[in-house]
């Protein structure tokens, strides 16, 4: 199958709700621009000089979203046209983006990265240091950055059952911020969850945002 015809097969099997990022990291830009061609607009890049390269190159009506681990150094490269960042996980780095986002006027939208599967490797904040962050008054004043929602991984294994917990625990966070701390933020409405591998268990807890590069573009060619 094409990149084109993986795009349209996944999209058509999708609920209406749940968005595609297409995960194109390490892929070249015309793999992007088949994408792009067959209506595919969301895309999600891991580094902040290979996105920028790729955003001088492609359409300007494409929506990119940063997912990986992302630098305090790195954030103005990427804060004049990113669309989401899926990875934010401190203090630190929400003001960095509020210092950057203030200088070219934009309202940057960013998802909290929790981390809950059994492997170390993974990033993002406990659920209860998410809630710590998210009851800091230093956030309430951050007026450049929209914070809209949770991203989460659960962990590499085979075992449905313990990927569904996982999923199952970030979901339910969602929806104790969304009833308590974040209940007067109209925009904390998205749920980052699911990737090729276990993104159909992702959306049947509740992910309405999955992040989707092997089943797409193909094992990625470092």
């Not at 800091?136 to 075992?159: F, K, P, Q, W, Y």
């Amino acid at each position: 199958m094409s990149i084109a015809q993986r795009i349209q097969a996944l999209k058509h099997s999708l609920p209406s709700e749940v968005t595609l990022v297409a995960v194109s990291k390490f892929h070249p830009v015309e793999a992007l621009q088949e994408a792009y061609a067959a209506g595919q607009r969301v895309f999600g890049e891991s580094r902040a000089q290979e996105l920028v390269a790729k955003q001088r190159q492609l359409p300007a009506d494409i929506e990119w979203h940063f997912i990986g681990t992302l630098q305090s150094n790195k954030v103005k490269e990427i804060v004049s046209f990113i669309s989401l960042i899926h990875s934010v996980d401190s203090l630190r780095l929400l003001q960095e983006i509020e210092k950057q986002a203030a200088k070219v006027d934009r309202v940057v939208r960013v998802l909290l990265e929790i981390h809950v599967a059994q492997e170390e490797t993974k990033h993002g904040l406990t659920p209860e240091a998410c809630e710590q962050l998210l009851a800091d008054e230093a956030v309430a004043h951050l007026s450049h950055v929209r914070i809209c929602g949770l991203m989460g991984m659960a962990s590499n294994t085979d075992d449905e059952a313990q990927i569904r917990a996982e999923f199952h625990q970030i979901h339910a966070l969602f929806n104790t911020l969304k009833d308590g701390l974040c209940r007067t933020n109209p925009d904390f409405t998205l749920l980052s969850m699911g990737m090729s591998h276990d993104y159909p268990l992702a959306i049947a807890e509740g992910s309405n945002l999955i992040r989707v590069g092997t089943a797409i573009f193909g094992e990625r060619v470092y």
